[in-house]
């Protein structure tokens, strides 16, 4: 059984950084993608970032957050981490991992990820 566990979040004020951690278990092999969403109240969930797992580890960033976050991973841990630096109050939202089994490229649609983590609170006061 996939599990994905978020670690890190909380309050922040603007201009600083937080450091978010997905932990994966469960997958048998690494063929498989990650990715983070967020959710503000009141808006739909966005793409926020993604990197492959298997081959080179491929990036891909929203424009909101491209320069300021950098996504990477530990394929030894399974794990997937966000830094996120010079943080705005528009970035306040629940964080979400996701990930799905592919050999492709991590995709920007929420619809195509089968396993999603709890969610983590990121607020970014002024």
């Known amino acids: 059984q996939v599990q994905l566990v978020e670690s890190g979040g909380g309050l922040v004020q603007v201009g600083g950084s937080l450091r978010l951690s997905c932990a994966a278990s469960?997958?048998?092999?690494?063929?498989?993608?990650m990715a983070w969403f967020r959710q503000a109240p009141g808006k739909e969930r966005e793409f926020v970032a993604s990197i492959n797992i298997w081959g080179g580890g491929r990036t891909d960033y929203s424009d909101s957050v491209k320069g300021r976050f950098t996504i990477s991973r530990d394929n030894a841990k399974s794990t997937v981490s966000l830094q996120m630096n010079n943080l705005k109050p528009e970035d306040t939202a629940v964080y979400y991992c996701?990930?799905?089994?592919?050999?492709?490229?991590?995709?920007?649609?929420?619809?195509?990820?089968?396993?999603w983590g709890q969610g983590t609170q990121v607020t970014v006061s002024s």
């Open positions: 469960g997958f048998t092999s690494n063929n498989f993608g």
């Open positions: 996701a990930a799905l089994v592919t050999f492709g490229n991590s995709p920007r649609s929420s619809d195509r990820y089968n396993y």
